[in-house]
């Protein structure tokens, strides 16, 4: 057993105390949980917890015998939070708080809210550890990140993108990941790898989204070194790493934040509120000033202590309106009497202004589904702050085109064209993430209609226009290679499936459209620029093709990307170009080296001929169901 504890008031300074009651203290997590410390010359660790409305807390652990008597806490003066020292106890012990409601009545035992580290589950303590330093800000990864930039999302689950069969089947740790997933997206030529949540949760399938240690990674890959160790190595392949971050809900679990002191602490009390019923979940109550710091000091602490160059944070939606979800009579108007939640307007956009003052080369993403205004628009101009927004619409649109027989698609043909009526309004990011490929949804491939061929060839021609459409690109594990089962969370992707040709051409064309993006400024550095985008021919509905022309903000890069959603082949089509010159066949999705067959036309020459409004025109052979670039090489 460890020596009593030292009760020193001085251990929470009146000015952290302050902030941390205003709920403008930029770093909570080097003051709140376990933290190892000198007093005197010795060291040891300091507790401090945040229990406003608790009569008595404790740290209780293997150090103690879990013994609530052992080493108890004090209050700091009004602030709510409970400090403690405990001399020579080190990083590796295990640990809970032990409190009492205002009552007296002794609560279940709490996960500490601050925690670094977790027990892997079923066990529930935490565990003592150092906090991570800083990581310098590199500028590489502000420019990697940019607007201009070319950014291609491989979104992971890492539990489940590969497994160790023959050891149990399972999960690989931080650094078989660093020898296996990173070369492979590097290879790939994916810029970003996306993880769903890594913070400690207790059960695997809510695959992370249902955080209890938002500050602890998880127990399942090894220890949080593994995880910086793994960061760097993405950073020397040239990958950044984004983190999804669910700040909207929290699980109900006893050791968790519910009732943390005994009343509803961190939740709201009113279910109307405070109950999430989609997720059977609970509702952060953001008008709490400790709460929304507990939230923005998590975001910098994942961005300042490991390094990653992002956020993609889950369920924003979910977040902006009271009644998200809700029948009438099932929400609570906010004060204007209005379906806004302010507290969480307040809350993003505090995080985004944080996140962009202190690691200005972070990004934050949102996965937000509705017309909310503004999402990836400056808070100085009345917009939540975020980098990018994730376009739901795009893919709910092209998804629901796509999976129709190529007959009937002429009768859907705005469903592929709608998207940029809008495409400006916001930093799009092109989203085919996991949610596509779960609950009964089936793989891409499965979506697909026709024979084997037409399923390969109609998924090598979406992905092509998705690569050619403005706007960042994400995709789902698996989905590079067609993956022919639906996701699931419990096992490894089909691997094997690249032993066959269609699926090892599948990828190798997901390969080429990420060389092709990174080489091709035309393709990105636009993206959200007007001027970077201009139909040739999007009312061909009766033969459901589609044209059009990117070029590069400096007019220097254009490509002309034309697809063909059905299985005719249109010889010597027309189309018009804005510039005159030698185009070049840069990639096809009908090339025999992925599967198709192999019709195509190589360089062409436009000739003085208007068409489609443009001033010139080529003639191209338009393969059945494909996308084709063709680069301007010669203007």
């Not at 504890?5 to 009651?21: F, I, S, V």
């Not at 670094?116 to 502000?142: G, H, N």
């Not at 209005?338 to 307040?346: C, D, H, V, Y």
Request: glycine share 10%; aromatic share 12%.
């Amino acid at each position: 057993m460890s020596k009593p504890a030292t009760t020193m008031p001085a251990l929470l300074p009146e000015a952290d105390a302050w902030l941390l009651g205003e709920g403008t203290h930029l770093r909570p997590y080097a003051l709140l949980g376990a933290r190892l410390h000198a007093v005197d010359g010795v060291q040891g660790t300091r507790f401090a917890v945040w229990a406003p409305n608790a009569s008595r807390v404790s740290v209780v652990g293997d150090f103690n015998a879990w013994d609530g008597h052992a080493h108890p806490l004090q209050p700091q003066g009004s602030s709510g939070v409970w400090c403690t020292f405990v001399p020579g106890l080190l990083a590796g012990a295990k640990y809970k708080f032990e409190l009492h409601s205002r009552d007296g009545v002794l609560l279940p035992l709490k996960a500490d809210p601050y925690g670094l580290a977790a027990e892997l589950r079923p066990a529930t303590a935490s565990v003592v550890a150092a906090l991570p330093a800083r990581v310098p800000e590199q500028p590489a990864r502000k420019a990697a990140n940019a607007l201009n930039a070319p950014v291609s999302i491989y979104e992971v689950h890492l539990a489940s993108w590969r497994r160790v069969a023959e050891d149990g089947n399972r999960w690989l740790n931080w650094d078989e990941l660093i020898a296996t997933l990173v070369p492979y997206a590097a290879d790939m030529g994916f810029t970003h790898l996306e993880l769903l949540p890594i913070s400690e949760h207790p059960f695997d399938g809510s695959w992370g989204y249902q955080p209890v240690g938002m500050y602890a990674p998880t127990a399942r890959f090894g220890d949080a070194e593994g995880l910086r160790r793994f960061v760097v190595a993405c950073h020397a392949a040239g990958l950044g790493v984004l983190l999804d971050w669910v700040p909207a809900h929290f699980p109900t679990d006893p050791h968790g934040l519910a009732c943390f002191d005994g009343t509803h602490l961190y939740e709201h009390a009113d279910p109307r509120e405070g109950f999430h019923n989609d997720w059977n979940t609970l509702i952060f109550n953001l008008g709490r000033n400790e709460v929304r710091n507990y939230l923005v000091g998590n975001a910098l602490y994942w961005l300042e202590c490991y390094g990653v160059d992002g956020l993609r944070v889950d369920a924003v939606a979910s977040m902006l309106y009271r009644d998200y979800s809700r029948k009438a009579g099932e929400w609570i108007p906010n004060v204007h009497g209005g379906r806004e939640n302010l507290e969480s307007i307040a809350l993003l956009k505090r995080m985004n202004e944080v996140v962009g003052t202190e690691r200005p080369s972070a990004i934050t993403l949102a996965e937000e589904s509705t017309a909310f205004p503004g999402v990836s628009r400056p808070t100085y101009s009345g917009g939540l702050g975020f980098h990018y927004k994730w376009n739901m619409g795009w893919m709910h649109d092209t998804l629901s085109y796509i999976q129709r027989d190529p007959i009937h698609r002429q009768y859907h043909h705005s469903e592929m064209t709608f998207g940029m009526v809008y495409a400006y309004d916001e930093n799009f990011v092109l989203p085919i993430s996991h949610d596509e490929v779960v609950h009964g949804k089936g793989s891409m491939l499965g979506k697909m209609p026709g024979d084997a061929w037409q399923k390969f060839a109609n998924l090598r021609a979406y992905y092509g226009f998705m690569w050619g459409h403005p706007g960042k690109k994400l995709l789902f594990m698996g989905c590079e290679f067609g993956q022919v089962a639906e996701w699931n969370h419990d096992q490894s992707l089909d691997w094997h499936l690249l032993d066959q040709a269609q699926h090892a051409g599948l990828q190798a064309w997901v390969r080429d459209l990420n060389a092709l993006l990174k080489s091709s400024p035309a393709l990105y550095e636009a993206d959200y620029q007007r001027e970077g985008f201009a139909w040739v021919d999007h009312e061909d509905a009766g033969r459901s093709l589609i044209s059009f022309v990117r070029r590069s903000a400096s007019g220097k890069s254009t490509m002309l990307v034309v697809c063909n959603f059905t299985p005719t082949v249109h010889y010597e089509a027309r189309l018009g170009v804005p510039v005159a010159g030698r185009y070049c066949e840069r990639l096809n999705s009908d090339s025999r080296f992925y599967g198709g067959s192999d019709v195509g036309t190589g360089d062409v020459q436009s000739q003085p001929q208007g068409a489609h409004g443009h001033p010139h025109s080529v003639q191209v052979n338009i393969p059945p169901l494909s996308s084709v670039f063709f680069e301007l090489v010669t203007p």
